[in-house]
C-alpha cells in the first residue's frame, strides 16, 4: 500500500486542495481513473498533513 500512496498522493493533493474537491469526489476519481482506492488512505493522509479547507 505504502507503494501506491507515494506514487498518487501528488494527484490526490492536487485534487482536494489544488481543485478544491470533497474527499468523497477524489475517491471516486482516484479509484475510477488510476485503479487506486483512496477511501482509507485519504483521511489519514489529510490529518498526517495538516490539512484542513
Known amino acids: 500500500m505504502t507503494k501506491n500512496w507515494e506514487k498518487e498522493k501528488q494527484r490526490l493533493w ?3 486542495m489544488g481543485r478544491n ?3 468523497t469526489d477524489v475517491r471516486k476519481i482516484m479509484l ?3 485503479g487506486f482506492d483512496a477511501s482509507s488512505v485519504s483521511l489519514r493522509a489529510v490529518k498526517y498533513l495538516g490539512v484542513t479547507k
Request: glycine content about 12%; aromatic content about 12%.
Open 14 to 16: 492536487e485534487l482536494y
Open 21 to 23: 474537491m470533497k474527499l
Open 32 to 34: 475510477g481513473q488510476h
